[in-house]
């Protein structure tokens, strides 16, 4: 596997960067000036290193994350007015839903490492994640209601399965700011930390998902998806199932359960 590594911050904004390393790749929105507003040139760099993952059976697990004090502030809301005035087929709002499901839909596990403020569409570009680990200073809101945007209905989808219809609600309606720990409280967030255990409660969760069994894990996520969206394929479940109990993945789990050691995937 290819090995690329990126510095942890750097002074020039950039598209996002991508670092893999061992199983694991991490993309970190570089624009920390702009509290990593993403940019329309942004969204297909997304794109294609969503793809480049993928493609690399050697990666098992993805995170996503900002550089600086803000995880993101979403997306330029400028990009979005020139493209409505220019009465583009492909809105910005929709370039950006597509990036954003693409994101939901990979088949490794994904973890957003909040390092702060949440803000406008990377609120949902964080729920389309596995699981979201923040610091107990991150903050997030909406504000399509303030803007007078109606937010595309995959996005709206998200946040009612994910957080339930009340919470999608109260955030979209009310345009108004939450804090770590209510994020927490309704399920936004995964785990909330101290700035100073960010880092290792996100590794401790990313070894250990790079540490089992990636085509049952890739099965039961889109399982999992599907159900969440209420468009679950039975018969390709379980025939995923079926053949899960003669792969090569169960022998060595038991194998391994057996050996008291742990599996090697």
């Given at each position: ?7 942890r911050?750097?002074d ?40 480049r993952?993928e493609?690399?059976?050697?990666i ?5 994350t ?6 993101s ?7 979005i ?7 583009e ?7 950006f ?8 839909d ?12 949440v803000y406008?569409?990377s609120?949902?570009l ?7 680990i ?8 909406m ?16 946040y ?7 919470n ?12 770590a ?13 101290p ?12 070894a ?12 039961m ?7 969440a969206?209420?468009?679950l ?33």
């Open positions: 596997m290819m090995q690329e590594h990126a510095p911050t750097t020039a904004a950039s598209p996002p960067v991508l670092d893999i390393k061992d199983a694991r790749a991490t993309i970190r929105l570089n624009r920390p000036k702009h509290l990593n507003r993403l940019q329309p040139e942004d969204l297909d760099v997304l794109a294609n290193l969503f793809d993952i493609s690399d059976p050697a098992r697990v993805l995170v996503l900002g550089t600086g004090r803000a995880f502030a979403g997306y330029d809301l400028g990009s007015a020139d493209r409505a005035a220019k009465a087929e492909q809105t910005a709002g929709s370039a839903e597509i990036v954003v499901n693409r994101l939901e990979l088949a490794i596990p994904t973890i957003c490492r909040i390092n702060g403020g406008g569409g609120t949902d964080a729920l389309a994640c596995d699981f979201r923040g610091v107990d200073t991150c903050e997030m809101f504000p399509a209601a303030r803007l007078g945007l109606h937010y595309y209905t995959s996005g709206i989808a998200r009612v399965s994910r957080l339930g219809v009340d999608a609600k109260k955030l979209f309606l009310t345009a108004e700011k939450i804090g720990a209510e994020m927490l409280r309704i399920g936004y967030l995964t785990a909330m930390v700035a100073e255990a960010l880092d290792e409660e996100v590794d401790r969760l990313a250990t998902l790079a540490g089992n069994a990636p085509v049952a894990m890739a099965g996520k889109r399982a999992i998806n599907e159900f969206r209420g468009r394929d039975e018969a390709a479940a379980d025939h995923r199932h079926r053949d899960s109990m003669r792969s090569a993945e169960i022998k060595e789990g038991i194998a391994a359960f057996a050996e008291k050691r742990p599996p090697k995937f």
